[in-house]
Nanobody, 131 residues
Framework: QGSLVESGGGSVQAGGTLTLSCAAA?????????MGWFRQAPQKAREAVAA????????YYADSVKGRFTISQDNDRNTVVLQMHNLVSDDTAIYYC???????????????????????WGQGTQVTVSS
């Protein structure tokens, strides 16, 4: 499945917009993977943000980001993008891209937003939202 590399983090005022990108090895896009974004804030557990099935394009979102974040894939560039709008201070965290094999099975298990199904992780990118 190769490595994953995130980019696009940074600092923004509340209400602002950031776009994160995850560059994946080409194998992730040809072997039925789920690609997901997770985040971890200081002194908090890791939580799911959004995920997508690269084969059927289904998308999944945590309740806290629905309507504000959009996950999409760019197959030509082997990239998964997370567009984040109307950011709030609670969105401050390190954001990680991750890949889960056999996405159809993960979907059937209800685990698309469960980090334990994801086997490859990026190094993370910091997102800081100031109010």
């Amino acid at each position: 499945q190769g490595s994953l590399v995130e980019s696009g983090g940074g600092s923004v005022q509340a209400g602002g917009t950031l776009t994160l990108s995850c560059a994946a090895a080409s194998g992730a896009f040809s072997h039925g993977y789920c690609m997901g974004w997770f985040r971890q804030a200081p002194q908090k557990a890791r939580e799911a943000v959004a995920a997508t099935n690269l084969v059927n394009g289904r998308t999944y979102y945590a309740d806290s980001v629905k309507g504000r974040f959009t996950i999409s894939q760019d197959n030509d560039r082997n990239t998964v993008v997370l567009q984040m709008h109307n950011l709030v201070s609670d969105d401050t965290a390190i954001y990680y891209c991750a890949a889960a094999p056999r996405c159809f099975m993960v979907e059937a298990s209800g685990g698309v937003l469960d980090g334990s199904y994801y086997k490859a992780w990026g190094q993370g990118t910091q997102v800081t939202v100031s109010s």
